[in-house]
């Protein structure tokens, strides 16, 4: 869902702060009805501080006022298959309980017959996929024959 560049900003910390780690689904719902999938893996980078790698992109979330926030670049793809590279910004914030919350898109470029300016905001879910246990693969061992 993001690529790119974040500007945090500083959270509020306390004793039971929340944290999210390990692999994690997103589910943007724009207002039209349309989904976004994104895979994201997670981990602590400190108090109220989560790092949130994306694809090729990866950023920080931070915990302020007992959301998570983070602010990336973000790319564009439209349903015609053109593709616009960081062509805008994303501002989200969801709540570290439930894991739901908004993503407020803004084009810094226009893109899919949209100017540059154009703002929507979409519905975000996210979800913690089960870890599996890696099983070992059995591997067979020639014996000496003599």
């Not at 994104?38 to 959301?67: E, H, P």
């Not at 670049?73 to 570290?96: E, V």
Request: with cysteine; charged share 10%; aromatic share 8%.
């Amino acid at each position: 869902m993001f690529a790119g560049l974040v500007v945090g900003a500083a959270g509020t910390a306390w004793a039971d702060t929340p944290t999210m780690d390990g692999s994690y689904t997103l589910t943007a719902t724009t207002p039209s009805g349309g989904t976004l999938t994104t895979s994201w893996t997670v981990n602590s980078c400190g108090d109220g501080c989560i790092w949130i790698k994306a694809g090729a992109g990866g950023s920080q979330a931070r915990l302020v006022d007992g959301q998570w926030v983070l602010d990336t670049l973000n790319n564009i793809s439209c349903a015609d298959g053109s593709y616009t590279q960081y062509g805008s910004n994303s501002h989200m914030t969801w709540d570290p309980n439930t894991l739901t919350g908004t993503a407020q898109q803004t084009y810094i470029l226009p893109a899919c017959g949209r100017p540059a300016g154009y703002s929507e905001t979409d519905q975000i879910k996210i979800e913690q996929t089960p870890s599996t246990s890696a099983t070992p693969t059995p591997t067979s061992t020639a014996t000496p024959t003599s």
